[in-house]
Protein backbone atom coordinates (compact mmCIF):
# COMPACT_ATOMS: atom_id res chain seq x y z
CA UNK A 1 0.00 0.00 0.00
CA UNK A 2 1.09 3.17 -0.71
CA UNK A 3 2.00 5.81 2.26
CA UNK A 4 0.68 8.81 1.40
CA UNK A 5 -0.94 10.96 3.84
CA UNK A 6 -2.70 13.27 2.14
CA UNK A 7 -4.83 11.09 0.53
CA UNK A 8 -5.81 9.32 3.53
CA UNK A 9 -8.10 10.49 6.63
CA UNK A 10 -10.60 12.85 6.94
CA UNK A 11 -9.24 15.24 4.24
CA UNK A 12 -10.56 12.76 1.66
CA UNK A 13 -14.30 12.85 0.73
CA UNK A 14 -15.59 9.28 1.76
CA UNK A 15 -19.12 9.20 0.12
CA UNK A 16 -20.49 10.32 -3.51
CA UNK A 17 -22.76 13.34 -1.33
CA UNK A 18 -19.82 14.57 -0.07
CA UNK A 19 -17.06 14.23 -2.50
CA UNK A 20 -20.26 16.56 -4.83
CA UNK A 21 -20.59 18.94 -2.08
CA UNK A 22 -16.65 19.68 -2.40
CA UNK A 23 -17.14 19.73 -5.86
CA UNK A 24 -19.69 22.28 -5.94
CA UNK A 25 -18.71 24.36 -3.41
CA UNK A 26 -15.25 24.43 -4.06
CA UNK A 27 -14.09 23.19 -7.06
CA UNK A 28 -16.62 24.24 -10.03
CA UNK A 29 -16.15 27.81 -8.86
CA UNK A 30 -12.59 28.73 -9.18
CA UNK A 31 -13.04 26.05 -12.41
CA UNK A 32 -15.35 29.02 -13.67
CA UNK A 33 -13.04 31.37 -12.45
CA UNK A 34 -9.76 30.09 -14.63
CA UNK A 35 -11.57 29.55 -17.38
CA UNK A 36 -13.30 33.09 -17.29
CA UNK A 37 -9.76 34.67 -17.60
CA UNK A 38 -8.53 32.22 -20.52
CA UNK A 39 -11.98 33.37 -22.04
CA UNK A 40 -11.02 36.62 -22.16
CA UNK A 41 -7.16 36.20 -22.94
CA UNK A 42 -8.86 33.98 -26.25
CA UNK A 43 -10.90 36.73 -27.37
CA UNK A 44 -8.27 38.96 -28.04
CA UNK A 45 -6.32 35.95 -30.29
CA UNK A 46 -5.70 37.95 -33.47
CA UNK A 47 -5.70 35.01 -36.14
CA UNK A 48 -9.22 34.55 -36.82
CA UNK A 49 -8.82 30.48 -37.05
CA UNK A 50 -6.67 30.38 -33.58
CA UNK A 51 -9.43 32.51 -32.24
CA UNK A 52 -12.10 30.78 -33.08
CA UNK A 53 -10.46 27.02 -32.01
CA UNK A 54 -9.64 28.33 -28.82
CA UNK A 55 -13.09 30.13 -27.92
CA UNK A 56 -15.23 26.88 -29.57
CA UNK A 57 -12.55 24.32 -27.54
CA UNK A 58 -13.62 26.18 -23.91
CA UNK A 59 -17.51 26.36 -24.64
CA UNK A 60 -17.69 22.15 -26.04
CA UNK A 61 -15.31 20.72 -23.85
CA UNK A 62 -15.62 23.19 -20.63
CA UNK A 63 -16.82 19.85 -19.07
CA UNK A 64 -12.94 18.25 -19.13
CA UNK A 65 -12.05 20.76 -17.05
CA UNK A 66 -14.70 20.64 -15.02
CA UNK A 67 -14.56 16.81 -14.38
CA UNK A 68 -10.52 16.89 -14.42
CA UNK A 69 -10.41 19.58 -11.41
CA UNK A 70 -11.86 16.93 -9.25
CA UNK A 71 -9.10 16.04 -8.41
CA UNK A 72 -8.72 19.32 -6.00
CA UNK A 73 -11.36 17.67 -3.86
CA UNK A 74 -8.68 15.05 -2.29
CA UNK A 75 -6.61 18.11 -1.46
CA UNK A 76 -8.67 21.10 -1.10
CA UNK A 77 -5.44 22.91 0.82
CA UNK A 78 -3.40 22.98 -2.72
CA UNK A 79 -6.47 23.70 -4.97
CA UNK A 80 -5.34 27.14 -5.04
CA UNK A 81 -2.08 25.14 -7.08
CA UNK A 82 -4.06 22.14 -8.47
CA UNK A 83 -6.86 23.96 -10.45
CA UNK A 84 -5.07 26.26 -12.05
CA UNK A 85 -2.89 23.60 -13.52
CA UNK A 86 -5.20 21.03 -13.98
CA UNK A 87 -7.31 24.22 -16.07
CA UNK A 88 -4.48 25.19 -18.06
CA UNK A 89 -2.98 22.15 -19.10
CA UNK A 90 -6.40 20.79 -20.26
CA UNK A 91 -7.12 24.39 -21.88
CA UNK A 92 -3.64 23.32 -24.22
CA UNK A 93 -5.11 19.40 -24.97
CA UNK A 94 -8.38 20.48 -25.77
CA UNK A 95 -7.17 23.85 -27.89
CA UNK A 96 -4.41 21.39 -29.75
CA UNK A 97 -7.11 18.92 -30.20
CA UNK A 98 -9.20 21.44 -31.67
CA UNK A 99 -5.87 22.49 -33.79
CA UNK A 100 -5.68 19.35 -34.79
CA UNK A 101 -9.44 17.29 -35.84
CA UNK A 102 -10.22 20.75 -37.88
CA UNK A 103 -7.11 21.55 -39.07
CA UNK A 104 -5.76 23.14 -42.31
CA UNK A 105 -2.87 21.05 -41.89
CA UNK A 106 -2.25 17.42 -41.85
CA UNK A 107 1.63 17.72 -41.38
CA UNK A 108 2.50 15.18 -38.80
CA UNK A 109 5.54 17.50 -37.87
CA UNK A 110 3.29 20.46 -37.27
CA UNK A 111 1.03 18.42 -35.08
CA UNK A 112 4.01 17.10 -32.98
CA UNK A 113 5.64 20.77 -32.84
CA UNK A 114 1.88 22.14 -31.65
CA UNK A 115 2.29 19.44 -28.80
CA UNK A 116 5.39 19.92 -27.50
CA UNK A 117 4.13 22.80 -26.17
CA UNK A 118 2.51 20.69 -23.90
CA UNK A 119 5.80 18.69 -23.05
CA UNK A 120 7.30 21.69 -21.97
CA UNK A 121 4.10 22.82 -20.03
CA UNK A 122 4.71 20.01 -17.55
CA UNK A 123 9.12 20.81 -17.39
CA UNK A 124 9.09 24.16 -15.17
CA UNK A 125 12.70 24.27 -16.76
CA UNK A 126 11.60 24.39 -20.64
CA UNK A 127 12.20 27.25 -22.55
CA UNK A 128 9.25 28.48 -25.05
CA UNK A 129 8.97 27.74 -28.42
CA UNK A 130 7.20 28.80 -31.55
CA UNK A 131 4.71 26.28 -32.01
CA UNK A 132 3.01 27.17 -34.56
CA UNK A 133 5.84 27.41 -36.96
CA UNK A 134 4.92 24.82 -39.26
CA UNK A 135 1.47 25.93 -39.83
CA UNK A 136 -0.02 29.08 -41.89
CA UNK A 137 -1.99 30.61 -38.83
CA UNK A 138 0.72 31.70 -36.27
CA UNK A 139 -0.36 34.90 -34.58
CA UNK A 140 -1.95 33.65 -31.02
CA UNK A 141 -1.04 36.91 -29.25
CA UNK A 142 0.44 35.01 -26.76
CA UNK A 143 -1.99 32.40 -25.58
CA UNK A 144 -0.68 29.33 -25.62
CA UNK A 145 2.07 30.66 -23.83
CA UNK A 146 0.52 31.97 -21.43
CA UNK A 147 -1.00 28.72 -20.58
CA UNK A 148 2.36 27.01 -20.53
CA UNK A 149 4.06 29.25 -18.59
CA UNK A 150 0.92 28.77 -15.85
CA UNK A 151 1.44 25.14 -16.28
CA UNK A 152 5.28 25.66 -15.31
CA UNK A 153 4.47 28.05 -12.39
CA UNK A 154 1.87 25.45 -10.74
CA UNK A 155 4.07 22.63 -11.52
CA UNK A 156 7.20 24.06 -9.70
CA UNK A 157 4.51 24.80 -6.54
CA UNK A 158 4.22 21.27 -6.06
CA UNK A 159 6.19 19.66 -3.09
CA UNK A 160 6.96 16.80 -4.62
CA UNK A 161 7.01 17.33 -8.40
CA UNK A 162 9.99 16.74 -9.21
CA UNK A 163 9.40 12.72 -8.07
CA UNK A 164 6.60 12.73 -10.54
CA UNK A 165 7.79 14.71 -13.19
CA UNK A 166 9.60 12.02 -15.48
CA UNK A 167 5.90 9.60 -15.31
CA UNK A 168 4.15 12.85 -15.84
CA UNK A 169 6.16 13.46 -19.29
CA UNK A 170 6.01 9.69 -20.04
CA UNK A 171 2.13 9.96 -19.64
CA UNK A 172 2.25 13.10 -22.30
CA UNK A 173 4.53 11.91 -24.43
CA UNK A 174 2.01 9.05 -25.37
CA UNK A 175 -0.72 11.54 -25.75
CA UNK A 176 1.42 13.71 -27.94
CA UNK A 177 1.67 10.30 -30.17
CA UNK A 178 -1.74 9.42 -30.13
CA UNK A 179 -2.61 12.96 -31.31
CA UNK A 180 -0.14 13.00 -34.05
CA UNK A 181 -0.89 9.58 -35.80
CA UNK A 182 -5.09 9.68 -35.20
CA UNK A 183 -4.66 13.10 -36.69
CA UNK A 184 -2.98 12.55 -40.07
CA UNK A 185 -4.62 11.53 -43.10
CA UNK A 186 -6.81 8.75 -43.23
CA UNK A 187 -5.45 6.46 -45.62
CA UNK A 188 -2.55 6.61 -43.30
CA UNK A 189 -3.61 6.76 -39.76
CA UNK A 190 -4.35 3.31 -38.69
CA UNK A 191 -0.96 1.94 -40.14
CA UNK A 192 1.13 4.63 -38.16
CA UNK A 193 -1.24 3.51 -35.18
CA UNK A 194 -0.61 -0.19 -35.90
CA UNK A 195 2.79 0.81 -35.87
CA UNK A 196 3.22 2.58 -32.97
CA UNK A 197 1.43 0.02 -30.52
CA UNK A 198 4.31 -2.70 -32.08
CA UNK A 199 6.62 -0.68 -29.80
CA UNK A 200 4.55 -1.26 -26.69
CA UNK A 201 2.36 -4.02 -26.92
CA UNK A 202 4.58 -6.29 -24.82
CA UNK A 203 4.19 -3.84 -21.86
CA UNK A 204 0.67 -4.32 -22.01
CA UNK A 205 -0.40 -7.86 -23.33
CA UNK A 206 -3.93 -7.79 -21.88
CA UNK A 207 -5.06 -4.68 -24.14
CA UNK A 208 -6.11 -4.38 -27.80
CA UNK A 209 -4.60 -1.77 -29.58
CA UNK A 210 -7.28 0.43 -29.70
CA UNK A 211 -7.41 0.29 -26.16
CA UNK A 212 -4.10 0.86 -25.62
CA UNK A 213 -4.59 4.39 -27.96
CA UNK A 214 -7.39 5.16 -25.97
CA UNK A 215 -5.90 4.68 -22.63
CA UNK A 216 -2.58 7.73 -24.29
CA UNK A 217 -5.93 9.68 -24.72
CA UNK A 218 -6.43 10.47 -21.14
CA UNK A 219 -5.49 13.32 -19.37
CA UNK A 220 -6.17 11.71 -15.68
CA UNK A 221 -2.88 9.69 -15.23
CA UNK A 222 -1.33 13.53 -15.39
CA UNK A 223 -3.59 14.82 -13.08
CA UNK A 224 -3.54 12.19 -10.42
CA UNK A 225 0.12 11.94 -10.18
CA UNK A 226 -0.57 16.05 -9.55
CA UNK A 227 -2.50 15.67 -6.62
CA UNK A 228 0.21 13.09 -5.61
CA UNK A 229 2.67 15.72 -5.35
CA UNK A 230 0.80 17.57 -3.73
CA UNK A 231 2.21 15.74 -1.02
CA UNK A 232 5.27 16.74 0.51
CA UNK A 233 7.84 13.75 0.59
CA UNK A 234 6.37 11.40 -2.35
CA UNK A 235 9.13 8.59 -3.00
CA UNK A 236 9.96 8.21 -6.89
CA UNK A 237 8.43 4.42 -6.58
CA UNK A 238 5.26 5.53 -5.18
CA UNK A 239 5.00 7.75 -8.09
CA UNK A 240 6.11 5.09 -10.30
CA UNK A 241 3.16 2.97 -9.20
CA UNK A 242 0.66 5.52 -9.03
CA UNK A 243 1.21 6.00 -12.75
CA UNK A 244 1.03 2.20 -13.28
CA UNK A 245 -2.33 2.39 -11.21
CA UNK A 246 -3.82 4.48 -13.20
CA UNK A 247 -2.58 3.69 -17.00
CA UNK A 248 -3.80 2.17 -18.15
CA UNK A 249 -7.35 0.94 -17.29
CA UNK A 250 -8.26 4.13 -15.53
CA UNK A 251 -7.57 6.37 -18.39
CA UNK A 252 -8.55 3.45 -20.87
CA UNK A 253 -11.84 3.79 -19.52
CA UNK A 254 -12.17 7.34 -19.79
CA UNK A 255 -11.72 7.59 -23.39
CA UNK A 256 -12.90 4.36 -24.67
CA UNK A 257 -16.90 5.83 -22.56
CA UNK A 258 -16.02 9.26 -24.57
CA UNK A 259 -15.15 7.43 -27.93
CA UNK A 260 -18.99 5.16 -26.96
CA UNK A 261 -21.25 8.27 -27.06
CA UNK A 262 -19.53 10.08 -29.87
CA UNK A 263 -20.18 6.74 -32.36
CA UNK A 264 -23.01 8.36 -34.32
CA UNK A 265 -21.11 11.92 -34.11
CA UNK A 266 -17.89 10.31 -35.27
CA UNK A 267 -19.38 8.04 -37.73
CA UNK A 268 -21.17 10.93 -39.73
CA UNK A 269 -18.04 13.08 -39.82
CA UNK A 270 -15.64 9.80 -41.18
CA UNK A 271 -13.81 10.09 -37.29
CA UNK A 272 -11.86 7.59 -35.92
CA UNK A 273 -13.74 5.97 -33.06
CA UNK A 274 -11.68 3.74 -31.30
CA UNK A 275 -15.26 1.72 -30.06
CA UNK A 276 -15.69 0.82 -34.15
CA UNK A 277 -12.76 -2.01 -33.67
CA UNK A 278 -14.66 -4.54 -31.57
CA UNK A 279 -16.65 -6.96 -34.25
CA UNK A 280 -20.14 -6.65 -31.61
CA UNK A 281 -21.49 -5.11 -29.48
CA UNK A 282 -21.43 -8.13 -27.76
CA UNK A 283 -17.92 -7.69 -27.21
CA UNK A 284 -17.61 -4.36 -26.74
CA UNK A 285 -19.51 -4.63 -23.70
CA UNK A 286 -17.30 -7.42 -22.34
CA UNK A 287 -14.16 -5.25 -22.80
CA UNK A 288 -15.30 -2.00 -21.20
CA UNK A 289 -16.89 -4.39 -18.24
CA UNK A 290 -13.49 -6.27 -17.99
CA UNK A 291 -11.57 -2.78 -18.17
CA UNK A 292 -14.26 -1.00 -15.29
CA UNK A 293 -13.20 -4.05 -13.37
CA UNK A 294 -9.78 -3.70 -13.67
CA UNK A 295 -9.86 -0.39 -13.09
CA UNK A 296 -11.88 -0.58 -9.94
CA UNK A 297 -9.24 -3.47 -8.83
CA UNK A 298 -5.77 -1.21 -9.68
CA UNK A 299 -7.43 1.85 -7.40
CA UNK A 300 -7.53 -0.28 -4.69
CA UNK A 301 -4.50 -0.31 -4.18
CA UNK A 302 -4.49 3.25 -3.17
CA UNK A 303 -4.67 5.08 0.30
CA UNK A 304 -7.98 6.29 -0.05
CA UNK A 305 -9.46 4.18 -2.89
CA UNK A 306 -12.70 4.77 -2.08
CA UNK A 307 -11.81 8.13 -3.97
CA UNK A 308 -10.48 6.79 -6.63
CA UNK A 309 -13.40 4.24 -6.71
CA UNK A 310 -16.02 6.95 -6.82
CA UNK A 311 -13.94 8.75 -9.88
CA UNK A 312 -14.44 5.79 -11.84
CA UNK A 313 -18.47 5.82 -11.32
CA UNK A 314 -18.32 8.87 -11.68
CA UNK A 315 -16.83 8.71 -15.33
CA UNK A 316 -19.39 6.18 -15.60
CA UNK A 317 -22.11 7.96 -14.52
CA UNK A 318 -20.92 11.10 -16.22
CA UNK A 319 -20.77 9.88 -20.49
CA UNK A 320 -23.64 7.26 -19.65
CA UNK A 321 -26.16 10.36 -18.64
CA UNK A 322 -24.77 12.72 -21.20
CA UNK A 323 -27.65 13.64 -24.02
CA UNK A 324 -26.15 11.84 -26.98
CA UNK A 325 -26.98 8.43 -25.35
CA UNK A 326 -30.18 8.71 -25.46
CA UNK A 327 -30.16 9.22 -29.32
CA UNK A 328 -28.05 5.80 -29.71
CA UNK A 329 -30.17 2.68 -29.21
CA UNK A 330 -27.24 0.69 -29.14
CA UNK A 331 -25.01 3.07 -26.51
CA UNK A 332 -28.15 3.05 -24.64
CA UNK A 333 -28.13 -0.74 -24.35
CA UNK A 334 -24.46 -1.00 -23.31
CA UNK A 335 -24.99 1.45 -20.95
CA UNK A 336 -27.87 -0.53 -18.95
CA UNK A 337 -25.71 -3.25 -19.19
CA UNK A 338 -22.48 -1.38 -17.37
CA UNK A 339 -24.67 0.22 -15.03
CA UNK A 340 -26.18 -3.65 -13.73
CA UNK A 341 -25.47 -4.15 -10.36
CA UNK A 342 -23.68 -0.97 -9.51
CA UNK A 343 -25.94 1.02 -7.18
CA UNK A 344 -23.30 3.82 -6.73
CA UNK A 345 -22.79 4.16 -10.80
CA UNK A 346 -27.20 4.57 -10.22
CA UNK A 347 -26.84 7.20 -7.45
CA UNK A 348 -24.02 9.08 -9.59
CA UNK A 349 -26.21 8.61 -12.71
CA UNK A 350 -29.27 10.39 -11.63
CA UNK A 351 -27.26 13.51 -9.92
CA UNK A 352 -25.48 13.91 -13.53
CA UNK A 353 -28.64 13.54 -15.11
CA UNK A 354 -30.40 16.30 -13.32
CA UNK A 355 -27.64 18.24 -13.28
CA UNK A 356 -27.21 18.18 -17.17
CA UNK A 357 -30.57 18.55 -17.56
CA UNK A 358 -30.55 21.96 -15.43
CA UNK A 359 -27.36 23.30 -17.50
CA UNK A 360 -29.91 22.86 -20.50
CA UNK A 361 -32.79 24.41 -19.63
Known amino acids: ?15 PLKLMHRVYKYVLPAVDLELKELRLMAQRIPDAELRMQALDSMDTKRFHCQGGSVYAAAHLEQRHILIPLIVALQTISDYLDNLCDRSTSQDPDDFRLLHQSMLDAVNPEAQLQDYYALRAERDDGGYLHHL ?14 LSVQEH ?30 ALHCEDYPNLQWNEFAAAAGSTLGMFMLFLAA ?23 LHILLDYLIDQAEDQAGGDLNFCNYYDNESLLVERLATIVNRAR ?26 PKVRHQADVRDVSRRLMKNSPLTRLFFLINSIWIRKQQA
Open 1 to 15: MLRLTTLTGHRVPKG
Open 148 to 161: IRICQRQVALLPSY
Open 168 to 197: VSGLVSLYSDLQVYKHIRKDLREQYLLDWW
Open 230 to 252: SEDGLSEADAAAIKNIYFPHVCG
Open 297 to 322: EDVLQLPASRFHRLIIEGLLALYLSD
